[in-house]
Nanobody, 116 residues
């Protein structure tokens, strides 16, 4: 069972930046498409960014041009660079396989709070 550990969240002012990291206990990024998801209380978890084994990326419309997903297979790590953050980006962020129906165990996530 692959374990995923997210980090890099925090409190940032609107317009600021954060880089999230997700470290996997095994080399899954070469085998599975991955996604960054986020969840706010009372709402369903939603995917934010997808990165395929071939390096193709896609983003939900609300983060296009601001977020960038990438992987470092040597480090078993997937990243999410988040720029020009907005209060509506506030959520707990997770990484896992994509699509959601294939997701394995969830990590603890990392809290991102965008507030002045």
């Amino acid at each position: 069972q692959v374990q995923l550990v997210e980090s890099g969240g925090g409190l940032v002012q609107p317009g600021g930046s954060l880089r999230l990291s997700c470290v996997a206990s095994g080399s899954i990024f070469r085998v599975y498409n991955m996604a960054w998801y986020r969840q706010v209380p009372g709402k369903q978890r939603e995917w934010v960014a997808i990165i395929t084994t071939g390096g193709y990326t896609n983003y939900i419309d609300s983060v296009k041009g601001r977020f960038t997903a990438s992987t470092d297979n040597a480090k078993n790590t997937v990243y999410l660079q988040m720029n020009s953050l907005k209060p509506e980006d506030t959520a707990v962020y997770y990484c896992n396989k994509y699509p959601l129906s294939t997701a394995g165990s969830w990590g603890q996530g990392t809290q991102v709070t965008v507030s002045s």
